[in-house]
């Protein structure tokens, strides 16, 4: 059980990272709420985590919610979206005052399959993007390396 406990909001929750993470935030005793851009579709995933935390003593809760109502309920708030069209959302989201943690990796995807994109001539990162987005929030990147198989696995 954490000693603080925090309302983590988890933007683009539906997606394999944001459950993985927000189930592992839950487990330690953090209630999530699950952000999408239809809130029903958050919800039908916020059971999937519920249903996994039944048997764990101590673990938060998990409920789904609009991408913005997910946001003004939380005090944490971790980004996990795709890198296309980043910007626009985060701009779009009332950040003033949250913890934002972004696990964003700056990747395209084509015909050559996924790979890195150069963000502010390569000195940037879409946790810096989201900061200079967002001047009133406190921004940090983490979580880039830690895949989603292994978030939502049994170790
Ligand atoms: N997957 C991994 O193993 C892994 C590991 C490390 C880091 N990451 C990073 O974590 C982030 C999320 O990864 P993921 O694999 O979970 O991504 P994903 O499945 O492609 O997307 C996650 C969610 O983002 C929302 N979304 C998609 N496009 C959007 C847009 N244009 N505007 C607003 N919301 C949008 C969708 O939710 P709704 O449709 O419900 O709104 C989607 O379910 C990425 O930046 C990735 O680089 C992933």
Redesign the pocket.
């Known amino acids: 059980m954490s000693t603080s406990r925090h309302t983590v909001a988890v ?8 459950k993985g993470l927000g189930y592992r935030f839950a487990r330690h005793g953090h209630d999530i709420v699950l952000g ?3 809130a029903g ?2 919800s039908a995933v916020a059971d999937e985590v519920n249903a996994r935390l039944v048997s764990v003593a101590g673990a938060g809760t998990a409920r789904g919610a609009a ?1 913005a109502d997910a946001v003004a309920s939380a005090d944490v708030v971790l980004l ?7 910007d626009e ?1 985060v701009a779009s989201l009332q950040l003033a005052g949250k913890t934002v943690i972004s ?3 700056p ?1 395209a995807f084509d015909k050559r399959g996924a790979h890195g994109r150069v963000v502010n001539g390569g000195e940037g990162s ?1 946790a810096e993007s989201a900061q200079a987005l967002q001047p009133e929030a406190v921004v940090v990147g983490a ?7 292994a978030l939502w696995g049994d170790e």
């Open positions: 933007i683009g929750g539906t997606g394999p990272q944001g999408s851009r239809a579709k958050a991408n996990a979206v795709p890198y296309d069209g980043h959302l696990c964003v990796n990747l879409a979580f880039h390396n830690v895949a989603a198989p």
